[in-house]
């Protein structure tokens, strides 16, 4: 059990680990293209919108963001001024506003991110498609985790702590638990 427990919190930390890299990541990313932290959010946000076929309207934007519509519009006004995305009216309601992506900032993206997709292809290289398939199963758990926790929190319930599955998730790190370099962080920091 003690074993299951380690692998479980070095899971986690993992987990905390990538989160915190790609943030740095993108970081840097904002920092050289002019961006604060909630422009590079928002046209996260707005991208993968787009990319599902379900473009964000402002509305959306703002309920995803958490901040005032006057807020999200400062920050759309922001990133259609320097080029990064553009407002479409709707064709049957002219009044729906839906929220794209320009060309130039996913060649942007693109550029900037590509040699990190040549490494994470690297990485997904070493896995069958099932392990894939099950690793992704995992993350999709996890984001729907996340989810649920960040609206329990929203609705102030106390259930947010409760795991979905009924499964143990330790409250900390076992006893001697290390990270997977052996120093007690992750290979990632």
Known sequence: MEDQQRLRWNIITAIRGLSLDGQRVADVFAHRNGLNATDM?????IME???TG????????SAA????????????????????????????????????FEPVARDLAGAFFGP????????????????????????????ASYDRHLQSLRDGADDAAQPPSGGERPAGPPSGARGSDGTGRNENG
Do not use: C, N
């Open 65 to 100: 963001l958490g901040t005032s519509s006057g807020a999200t519009t400062a920050v759309i006004d922001r990133l259609e001024r320097i080029g990064h995305i553009h407002r479409l009216k709707g064709h049957t309601d002219r009044r729906k506003v839906t929220l794209h």
């Open 116 to 143: 990190l997709g040549s490494l994470a292809d690297g990485v997904m290289d070493r896995y069958t498609e099932q392990e894939l398939g099950v690793i992704l199963d995992f993350l999709v758990r996890m984001r």
């Open 49 to 51: 919108a787009e990319t």
């Open 54 to 61: 379900e473009p964000l309207t402002a509305g959306r934007l």
């Open 41 to 45: 959010r928002a046209l996260v946000m």
